[in-house]
């Protein structure tokens, strides 16, 4: 861990904390926006991803004129391919998985992919936050075994694709400057593989668009993406890639409570506790370190 993140995590009050509880909440929102969408076929799949990204491009790129007119856009081509990926295959596995297994599966994908990233690059890898990393994993499979049924392995592949392309979207933002100019710059970026995607829909007529899911289709684009992985890019350039990992471990069990009371999933004891198990793995690895 660097020098400087030891200093963040080590302050009374982190200044990322709430940042980071706002956007780990937006990326279980995204979750059951996308779940409510598609469970009923209110809107199919790719009309869902070209709404979702083209609506979050319209609003960062609003928000920027509106407070900084002169701000120029940030971001790269692999970040917007990176948030292509993963919103797309992001929608495509949902269509057979539930909200809290469809998270489960992709945020446990982000999790290895941005601890082996990190590791590779040499990031020191301190013990509790292994142990808080492993304590909440544990919770993670609790939620699935025993006495749940395995989710399709076909759209559990694509959704662990989609942590990856995810992972390494979160990866991205560790350099960047401006996390606002930057995400509104891979969104902007993102737009030409939609077009591509849209026309080829359009082509094969496969094409579904209600009121209801266009609605959350945009509510998904503006708010849980839009707003969200802005206020993401500028937490992870705080945090350490292990922290950054661990923290979004506890997306899954937000997004499992949120099908519970606004899906309809049912809920359960192994629910709760695996709801405890993971939340507190994820404090302890998040704890700051009392200098001795």
């Given at each position: 861990m660097s020098a400087r993140t030891t200093a963040i995590a080590g302050q009374g009050n982190n200044p990322w904390l709430w940042p980071a509880l706002f956007s780990l909440v937006a990326f279980a929102a995204n979750s059951i926006f996308c779940r409510l969408a598609l469970r009923d076929g209110a809107i199919d799949a790719e009309s869902f991803t070209v709404v979702r990204l083209a609506s979050g491009a319209a609003f960062l790129l609003m928000l920027i004129r509106l407070r900084k007119p002169g701000m120029v856009l940030g971001g790269s081509w692999k970040g917007g391919l990176a948030l292509y990926l993963y919103a797309y295959l992001f929608s495509v596995a949902y269509l057979q998985l539930g909200a809290g297994v469809g998270a489960l599966v992709l945020f446990g994908a982000v999790q290895i992919t941005m601890f082996a990233v990190a590791w590779l690059r040499g990031e020191r890898l301190s013990a509790r936050t292994l142990l808080g990393m492993l304590i909440a994993f544990a919770g993670l499979v609790l939620l699935l075994l025993p006495g749940a049924e395995a989710p399709p392995l076909l759209s559990a592949l694509v959704m662990a694709a989609s942590g990856v392309a995810?992972?390494?979207?979160?990866?991205?933002?560790?350099?960047?400057?401006?996390?606002?100019?930057?995400?509104?710059?891979?969104?902007?970026?993102?737009?030409?593989?939609?077009?591509?995607?849209?026309?080829?829909?359009?082509?094969?007529?496969?094409?579904?668009?209600?009121?209801?899911?266009?609605?959350?289709?945009?509510?998904?684009?503006?708010?849980?993406?839009?707003?969200?992985?802005?206020?993401?890019?500028?937490?992870?350039?705080?945090?350490?890639?292990?922290?950054?990992?661990?923290?979004?471990?506890?997306?899954?069990?937000?997004?499992?409570?949120?099908?519970v009371v606004l899906i309809g999933e049912p809920m359960s004891l192994r629910l709760l506790l695996a709801s405890l198990v993971v939340l507190g793995g994820v404090a302890l690895a998040l704890l700051p370190v009392r200098p001795r």
């Open positions: 995810w992972g390494a979207y979160s990866l991205l933002g560790k350099g960047s400057p401006n996390p606002l100019a930057d995400t509104a710059g891979n969104f902007v970026r993102s737009l030409p593989l939609l077009l591509v995607l849209g026309v080829a829909m359009l082509a094969l007529a496969r094409t579904h668009v209600s009121p209801a899911g266009l609605l959350y289709a945009l509510a998904s684009g503006v708010l849980a993406s839009g707003a969200g992985y802005a206020v993401w890019y500028g937490v992870v350039k705080q945090v350490s890639a292990q922290q950054a990992a661990t923290m979004q471990l506890s997306v899954p069990v937000i997004a499992a409570l949120g099908g």
